[in-house]
């Protein structure tokens, strides 16, 4: 289906993966964006499988492995220009230092200062303990190991009160400034005795440029925490994004999808016409690719069927799709009294679209048109940025070959 015409319904790392793919392999590629989901809220950490889960780590190392020499997301990270891959040590807002398989470039990489003094920004900011954060990072076992120092050193960056207590977005926003970042850089470069490196929060600009000049003001790593969700990891992603749309050509339309469906040999996105101003009321696409987001990210819900008396889990738009949970196709499920949660509150992130087709694929058109899913709404994937875009990239070169 090379030149064909490729619809790819959400924005986020799947759906960026997947329009990356399907425009490498020729296609043309509308992506339809509508609210913020998970990637908006991301950490800056990359990972493949849940950070803090020990399950299988012979098959888990292999797996890293294998994706880590994938040329194909190797090529997407250069382009995106904001996934630094590689296995990592970073320091968390919350105080713990935790593996990686890569990050937001501006994430501190810990692992590379094994035995060092690492300064943490004392700033007086009212979301932000510089003595305990460092007191937190100094026990863990990386640093006990290592002999890796955190001490607090004082930095002036707080021009007024206000900076005190505004979101961490916008006082990261203050220092893409060069006068703003020219002081800072003066600040540290008189600090440099007293570290090897400094950790901020996350508050080191929104471009990638910025921590840049500013590692090469001081002469020595600078860098910072994780973001907490909706902070600044994530809105670097999509200020990326949407340069990398550019580049490649990529339509991005604004609205919210109500139905795929089958049209001939194509298929036919339709928009919800309430929240959906000014789009169209219909695309047609000879593929499609879903990635609307799990439970978290509104792409699944939870509804109530007032004919069979049961709640259950149901996609937020229709289409020729089944919903799975562990394996099983979701027919119904709960009860008069509500939706079951026997499985715990993981089966939020286990229910999705089932795919059993290659490439993630769904549903195939009557002719050759194609459906595939990627991300957060397939079933049974786990709800990491690194294994969205896996699917992503996948499902976009999938819909998208001859």
Not at 45 to 62: K, Q, V, Y
Request: charged share 20%.
């Amino acid at each position: 289906m090379a030149g064909s015409q490729v619809v790819v319904i959400g924005a986020g790392v799947a759906g960026t993966a997947a329009a990356f793919a399907a425009t490498r392999a020729g296609a043309r590629v509308s992506v339809i964006a509508d609210r913020a989901g998970a990637s908006a809220l991301y950490s800056g950490a990359l990972d493949l499988f849940p950070w803090d889960s020990h399950a299988a780590p012979e098959a888990r190392a292999a797996a890293e492995d294998a994706l880590l020499a994938d040329a194909t997301l190797v090529s997407f990270a250069a382009e995106l220009g904001v996934f630094r891959l590689g296995r990592s040590l970073l320091a968390t807002r919350e105080g713990v230092v935790r593996r990686a398989l890569g990050s937001d470039p501006a994430l501190l990489e810990l692992g590379a200062l094994a035995g060092k003094r690492v300064g943490v920004f004392d700033v007086e900011r009212d979301d932000w303990d510089a003595e305990l954060l460092a007191k937190s990072f100094a026990a863990s076992s990386f640093a006990e190991r290592t002999r890796t120092a955190f001490v607090p050193v004082p930095v002036k960056m707080l021009r007024n009160g206000p900076e005190r207590r505004i979101a961490a977005y916008d006082f990261a926003a203050l220092h893409d400034n060069p006068t703003r970042l020219a002081a800072l850089a003066d600040a540290l470069s008189a600090a440099r005795t007293s570290a090897d490196a400094f950790l901020s929060g996350p508050w080191l600009g929104l471009e990638p440029a910025t921590l840049s000049a500013l590692t090469a003001a001081v002469g020595v790593p600078v860098g910072e925490t994780t973001s907490k969700l909706g902070g600044v990891a994530g809105a670097r992603f999509e200020r990326a994004r949407d340069r990398l749309f550019e580049r490649l050509g990529v339509e991005v339309r604004s609205g919210r999808v109500a139905s795929v469906s089958p049209l001939g040999e194509r298929f036919a996105v339709a928009f919800d016409e309430e929240l959906s101003l000014g789009a169209p009321r219909e695309l047609e696409a000879d593929a499609v690719v879903l990635a609307v987001g799990g439970v978290g990210a509104g792409g699944i819900a939870l509804s109530w069927d007032p004919e069979r008396g049961r709640s259950g889990f149901e996609l937020t738009l229709q289409a020729p799709v089944e919903l799975a949970l562990d394996g099983e196709i979701l027919t119904s499920f709960g009860s008069l009294h509500g939706t079951s949660l026997g499985g715990g509150f993981g089966t939020l992130e286990r229910v999705g679209i089932a795919a059993g087709g290659a490439g993630n694929l769904v549903a195939t058109g009557p002719g050759s048109g194609r459906l595939a899913a990627a991300g957060d709404c397939l079933a049974g994937r786990p709800r990491t940025v690194l294994q969205a875009v896996q699917d992503g990239l996948v499902a976009g070169a999938a819909v998208a070959r001859d």
